[in-house]
């Protein structure tokens, strides 16, 4: 599904999978995470060029995690990153392929790396900025003129997120906290919303710390709408166990 945010910016909306940006300058389109699959990325590569007759000139992956970057491989242009997410690429090999169920094949690398922020123009100013917490790459896109946020999986709407083994939930919060208070936010997974959907992860992220410290039960989170009306409860089973493993 696609959904205007404003007149620069569109997000390709999946059911479960990462959310594609598309942002619009003068000149061409930035993309912000370009799925799992290669032939999936092809498919948005071609509803780009139906939708704006301009080109790919800028890719961004918010963070290395293969559901955001896989589909790289797709585009002939520069993919920006944290320097981070290429060191994690970097690593993919065979048996990581074999782990996903997918058929090796080479990966396009992060071209232009950053470690705080990296600055973009294109008649739109767009900013990438390092936010580690979701993973110690996480990085987000903030467009002022637009006054629009794409979080990656730093925010998750919808769905319940997922912790992994190398989140790290104080610093995740720290970047919450941080981020710029747009608003029109869009998160890795899930819909669209405003800045009230940073308010809920902040909450999230909170009542997970207090539930590990022990200064919060699990049958308060079973009432607690911000964990039941999210999508996939098996995803916060699984991220706890991360979590105290």
Same mark, same amino acid.
């Given at each position: 599904? %696609? +959904?205007?945010?404003?007149?620069?910016?569109?997000?390709?909306?999946?059911?479960?999978?990462?959310?594609? %940006?598309?942002?619009?300058?003068?000149?061409?389109? /930035?993309?912000?995470?370009? &799925?799992?699959?290669?032939? +999936?990325?092809?498919?948005?590569?071609?509803?780009?060029?139906?939708?704006?007759?301009?080109? %790919?000139?800028? /890719?961004?992956?918010?963070?290395?995690?293969?559901?955001?970057?896989?589909?790289?491989?797709?585009?002939?242009?520069?993919?920006?990153?944290?320097? *981070?997410?290429?060191?994690?690429?970097?690593?993919?090999?065979?048996?990581?392929?074999?782990?996903?169920?997918?058929?090796?094949?080479?990966?396009?690398?992060?071209?232009?790396?950053?470690?705080?922020?990296?600055?973009?123009?294109?008649?739109?100013?767009?900013?990438?900025?390092?936010?580690?917490?979701?993973?110690?790459?996480?990085?987000?896109?903030?467009?002022?003129?637009?006054?629009?946020?794409?979080?990656?999986?730093? %925010?998750?709407? &919808?769905?319940?997120?997922?912790? /992994?083994?190398?989140?790290?939930?104080?610093?995740?919060?720290?970047?919450?906290?941080? *981020?710029?208070?747009?608003?029109? /936010?869009?998160?890795?997974?899930?819909?669209?919303?405003?800045?009230?959907?940073?308010?809920?992860?902040?909450?999230?992220?909170?009542?997970?710390?207090?539930?590990?410290?022990?200064? *919060?039960?699990?049958?308060?989170?079973?009432?607690?709408? =911000?964990?039941?009306?999210?999508?996939?409860?098996?995803?916060?089973?699984?991220?706890?166990? =991360? *979590?105290? &493993?």
């Amino acid at each position: 599904m %696609v +959904k205007k945010i404003t007149e620069s910016v569109y997000v390709i909306e999946h059911e479960e999978a990462a959310n594609n %940006v598309i942002i619009i300058g003068k000149k061409g389109v /930035v993309l912000v995470d370009t &799925s799992l699959f290669p032939e +999936k990325a092809k498919s948005i590569a071609k509803f780009i060029r139906d939708l704006t007759m301009k080109p %790919v000139e800028l /890719v961004f992956n918010t963070h290395y995690h293969p559901d955001h970057t896989f589909g790289n491989t797709a585009f002939d242009c520069p993919v920006v990153a944290h320097i *981070l997410t290429r060191e994690k690429m970097e690593k993919f090999d065979n048996s990581y392929f074999e782990e996903l169920g997918l058929d090796y094949f080479e990966l396009h690398l992060p071209d232009i790396i950053f470690e705080d922020e990296f600055d973009y123009e294109d008649n739109l100013k767009i900013q990438f900025i390092h936010g580690p917490g979701h993973t110690p790459d996480s990085s987000y896109v903030y467009i002022p003129q637009e006054n629009v946020l794409i979080t990656g999986d730093t %925010v998750i709407n &919808s769905m319940h997120p997922e912790i /992994v083994q190398d989140s790290n939930l104080s610093i995740w919060m720290k970047t919450l906290e941080a *981020l710029p208070k747009a608003k029109y /936010v869009i998160p890795g997974h899930g819909e669209p919303g405003d800045y009230s959907s940073v308010k809920d992860m902040i909450d999230y992220i909170d009542k997970i710390r207090k539930l590990l410290a022990g200064e *919060l039960s699990a049958n308060q989170l079973d009432s607690d709408p =911000n964990f039941t009306q999210r999508q996939h409860m098996e995803l916060l089973e699984w991220s706890i166990k =991360n *979590l105290i &493993s």
